[in-house]
């Protein structure tokens, strides 16, 4: 059976009840394209004695639903509604990771945030943001080189440039980090020095060698599962050059100083 994958799209969200006090009050989450080494972040982070970084979560896709009338009344008796509701079961899903995980330190690494950085910063307006950022020929080759794909190079940029949008509006607007994946690998100590640094731990060098950490097992969906991230260890991600690039990629590469 396929999968229904959500719409690449920003969700508009009517914030008519107020925040109710949250469990997590500085969750980090990474602001990325998909195919832009996310997952790699995500182990490396995840290899740091104080902080989780587990599977992607997906947290947009989970929804409250309430009936009319019934439970919906009662929920807007006790100041929620539906939208409040699922920040409430986001903020829940987060703790729970923390308190298993024993750290306390907790990573999102959803590409889908993208589409919802908006409401993050609402839900936890005291959360940290790490912008991934890759070449853009880089993710649509990356796109390209899926075993199931089927697309033109046409609508692998227009699934590029999908996220590409909302990544850029992100950061601009929020304080953050902003990482390179090509710096990531071939400098992953300075970089994860910064990391660290903008989260407020200690550099461990444990970090780099990841393979070596307990990790989650790979499934489908949740993150990259080739054969490169399975190594356990930090490979130099292939370089890319402006030639050739569609002006509307080109435009992204110039604003990310990929020359």
């Known amino acids: 059976m396929a999968v229904r994958r959500p719409p690449k799209r920003t969700q508009v969200v009517d914030y008519s009840f107020p925040s109710v006090p949250r469990l997590v009050d500085s969750p980090v989450f990474v602001i990325a394209p998909v195919r832009s080494g996310s997952t790699l972040l995500r182990m490396l982070l995840n290899s740091h004695s104080r902080i989780h970084a587990p599977h992607e979560l997906h947290l947009r896709t989970i929804e409250v639903q309430l009936t009319p009338g019934f439970s919906e009344t009662s929920m807007q008796e006790l100041g929620l509604d539906q939208v409040e509701l699922e920040h409430v079961m986001w903020d829940r899903i987060l703790h729970l990771e923390l308190r298993r995980s024993g750290k306390d330190i907790v990573v999102d690494k959803t590409p889908g945030n993208v589409f919802i950085w908006e409401r993050l910063k609402y839900v936890w307006p005291n959360a940290k943001f790490l912008f991934m950022l890759r070449h853009?020929?880089?993710?649509?080759?990356?796109?390209?080189?899926?075993?199931?794909?089927?697309?033109?190079?046409?609508?692998?940029?227009?699934?590029?440039?999908?996220?590409?949008?909302?990544?850029?509006?992100?950061?601009?607007?929020?304080?953050?980090?902003?990482?390179?994946?090509?710096?990531?690998?071939?400098?992953?100590e300075r970089v994860t020095r910064e990391i660290c640094a903008y989260l407020g731990v200690d550099w461990e060098p444990g970090m780099l060698e990841y393979g070596r950490h307990q990790q989650e097992r790979f499934v489908p969906n949740l993150g990259d599962r080739s054969d490169n991230i399975k190594s356990g260890r930090i490979q130099t991600a292939r370089t890319f050059d402006n030639a050739g690039l569609s002006p509307k990629l080109a435009k992204y590469a110039k604003t990310w100083d990929y020359r």
């Not at 899926?146 to 190079?153: C, D, G, L, P, Y």
């Not at 996220?163 to 400098?187: I, N």
């Open 136 to 188: 853009p020929m880089g993710v649509v080759s990356s796109l390209a080189n899926r075993k199931s794909n089927t697309a033109t190079q046409e609508s692998l940029e227009a699934t590029a440039l999908k996220y590409f949008k909302p990544l850029e509006e992100a950061r601009r607007t929020l304080d953050g980090l902003s990482v390179r994946y090509e710096d990531l690998t071939a400098e992953p």
